[in-house]
Nanobody
Framework: QVQLVESGGALAQPGGSLRLSCVGS????????MGWYRQSPGNQRELVAY???????NYADSVKGRFTITRDNAKNTMYLQMSSLKPEDTGVYYC??????????????WGQGTQVTVSA
């Protein structure tokens, strides 16, 4: 059974930092393109960033320069370092995995999500 387990969500102040982690099943992690989505009430789900097995990554314009996605294939773990946080970064962040990537990131596995709240 494939599992993606997120952690690290918390309440943070504007301008602050948080690091999210996602531990994935060994069976899929190293071959998958991994990514983070987020969703806040009243808004559409947004692809935040995704990372290829070789470490190359892509980011949404809204987080470019503030967020960094990394992965440790030996630990089956992906990270999202979030800095210069803004209230609009508030939402549930989901760890995702795309095991069949061709040209677009379309995950076939999702975690349960972790809440990030940015507020003074």
């Amino acid at each position: 059974q494939v599992q993606l387990v997120e952690s690290g969500g918390a309440l943070a102040q504007p301008g602050g930092s948080l690091r999210l982690s996602c531990v994935g099943s060994e069976s899929i992690f190293s071959i998958s393109v991994m990514g983070w989505y987020r969703q806040s009430p009243g808004n559409q789900r947004e692809l935040v960033a995704y990372i290829f097995p070789d470490g190359s990554a892509n980011y949404a314009d809204s987080v470019k320069g503030r967020f960094t996605i990394t992965r440790d294939n030996a630990k089956n773990t992906m990270y999202l370092q979030m800095s210069s946080l803004k209230p609009e970064d508030t939402g549930v962040y989901y760890c995702t995995a795309d095991t069949l990537y061709h040209t677009d990131y379309e995950p076939d596995y999702w975690g349960q999500g972790t809440q990030v709240t940015v507020s003074a």
